[in-house]
């Protein structure tokens, strides 16, 4: 079993930053891949970024790419999103995932073993 829980959402203008943090409980965190996605209000679920369990293989959707970085430190059990060149077409509620094994198994929601509660962000234009 594994625990998410998502932090580090807010309000921002757009252009601001903001980083995301999810802790994971559980004592295989270490060998978890893990993703974030996204839900804006009136749309699907979307995935945006997932992590190797070793951190060192990553992959984003096209919509973020280039401004938003995936991270994860195994000590903290913890992974993190660092949102750049935010634009009010990113607001909604962000959710860690998790599952065992490879990252790209975290590219469609099928694919997620356990879910964090969300957090919010908000781009102002």
């Known amino acids: 079993q594994v625990n998410l829980v998502e932090s580090g959402g807010g309000l921002v203008q757009a252009g601001g930053s903001l980083r995301l943090s999810c802790v994971a409980s559980?004592?295989?965190?270490?060998?978890?891949?893990m993703g974030w996605f996204r839900q804006a209000p009136g749309k699907e679920r979307e995935f945006v970024t997932a992590?190797?369990?070793?951190?060192?293989?990553?992959f984003y959707s096209d919509s973020v790419k280039g401004r938003f970085t995936i991270s994860r430190d195994n000590v903290k059990s913890t992974v993190y999103l660092q949102m750049n060149s935010l634009k009010p077409e990113d607001t909604a509620v962000y959710y860690c995932?998790?599952?065992?094994?490879?990252?790209?198994?975290?590219?469609?929601?099928?694919?997620?073993?356990?879910w964090g509660q969300g957090t919010q962000v908000t781009v102002s234009s």
């Open positions: 995932a998790a599952r065992p094994g490879s990252p790209f198994l975290l590219a469609t929601m099928r694919g997620v073993d356990y």
């Open positions: 992590i190797s369990w070793t951190g060192d293989m990553t």
């Open positions: 559980g004592r295989t965190f270490s060998t978890y891949a």
